[in-house]
């Protein structure tokens, strides 16, 4: 099953415009392990998206220049 979650994560960002392939290999991957730990730890899909949008948020302040 946490194949699953991790496989879904890494496909959605192999097919968003602009990502580059060490991006989806290194960054969606390793991020799909780390939110599928989360998931599996919790059995909620809820602390994985809040730790994704915790990322995005800390990704905008960090790099506000930079279009993700």
Do not use: M
């Not at 580059?20 to 290999?25: K, P, R």
């Not at 799909?32 to 809820?46: C, D, E, Q, V």
């Not at 990322?55 to 302040?61: C, E, S, Y």
């Amino acid at each position: 099953r946490q194949l699953c979650i991790r496989d879904r994560f890494g496909l959605i960002h192999v097919l968003s415009p602009g990502y580059s392939l060490y991006q989806v290999f290194f960054e969606a991957f390793t991020g799909g392990l780390i939110f599928g730990y989360f998931y599996l730890k919790t059995k909620s899909l809820a602390s994985p998206i809040i730790a994704h949008y915790t990322g995005n948020i800390l990704q905008r302040i960090i790099f506000p220049w930079i279009v993700f």
